[in-house]
């Protein structure tokens, strides 16, 4: 079992920067990925960014590439999500995500590839 604690969350006026924390513990040796998702009220959750633990190869939502960046520390096994010039539109539980093992046509981008969930983080970009 992996255990997903996220915080950094809260309100931010637009063009603002928060950055998201990621903390994993117990059987996180052999991790393969870990992802940030969202979701806002009356919407499915969807992909924002992903990593692979031992690569570092990053992949990013078209609607965040170039403001948001997903980074790790293997010591502390840790994921960070950085967000720069936050938007309104960006207002979303933020969730992150943990695959233990790569399994063959598991495409990061979607939900069901994860297998291990944080409680959530709320982050509101007021304009």
């Known amino acids: 079992q992996v255990q997903l604690v996220e915080s950094g969350g809260g309100l931010v006026q637009a063009g603002g920067s928060l950055r998201l924390s990621c903390a994993a513990s117990g059987r996180t040796f052999n991790m393969y990925a870990m992802g940030w998702f969202r979701q806002a009220p009356g919407k499915e959750r969807e992909f924002v960014a992903s990593?692979?633990?031992?690569?570092?190869?990053?992949s990013y939502a078209d609607s965040v590439k170039g403001r948001f960046t997903i980074s790790r520390d293997n010591a502390k096994t840790t994921v960070y999500l950085q967000m720069n010039s936050l938007k309104p539109e960006d207002t979303a539980g933020y969730y992150c995500?943990?695959?233990?093992?790569?399994?063959?046509?598991?495409?990061?981008?979607?939900?069901?590839?994860?297998?291990?969930w944080g409680q959530g983080t709320q982050v509101t970009v007021s304009s």
């Open positions: 995500a943990a695959l233990a093992s790569y399994r063959s046509g598991s495409s990061l981008r979607r939900t069901e590839s994860f297998d291990y």
């Open positions: 990593i692979t633990w031992t690569g570092g190869a990053t």
